[in-house]
């Protein structure tokens, strides 16, 4: 999304970005994912803080808003990107995995899934 944005989108939705609004809003969309990356990697040893759980959440959430707002692209808007179902699939499955990863011993809960 950072390099490219007109090639992901075309990948996902079927259709090219056009205008330099539209990429600006890609980069800007491609920093965010770059700076989500950087920090569940520098956090990826430490798996029982607190900072741990709210980056795991802050996956889930994004995984599962992910997965809901291509989803929708495809059902309602009818885009037919070749990436965009193994997205959507990819994207479930992430936020499945992350919920199971979240470490609510910290607080006393008891895993439910």
Known sequence: MLAVP???VRMLLGEAL???ISLTVARVGGVALLTLGVA??????????????????????????????????GF??????????PAVILHSVMAVWSVRRLPMEKRGWRRMV
Not at 76 to 85: H, K
């Open 76 to 85: 309602v808007l009818q885009t037919t990107g070749i990436a965009l179902w």
């Open 6 to 8: 007109s090639f992901v």
């Open 18 to 20: 056009d205008g330099p």
């Open 40 to 73: 569940c990697w520098l956090a990826h040893t430490d798996s029982q803080s607190r900072a741990a759980r709210g980056l795991v959440s802050a996956m889930i959430i994004y995984n599962l808003g992910l997965a809901l707002i291509l989803g929708r692209a």
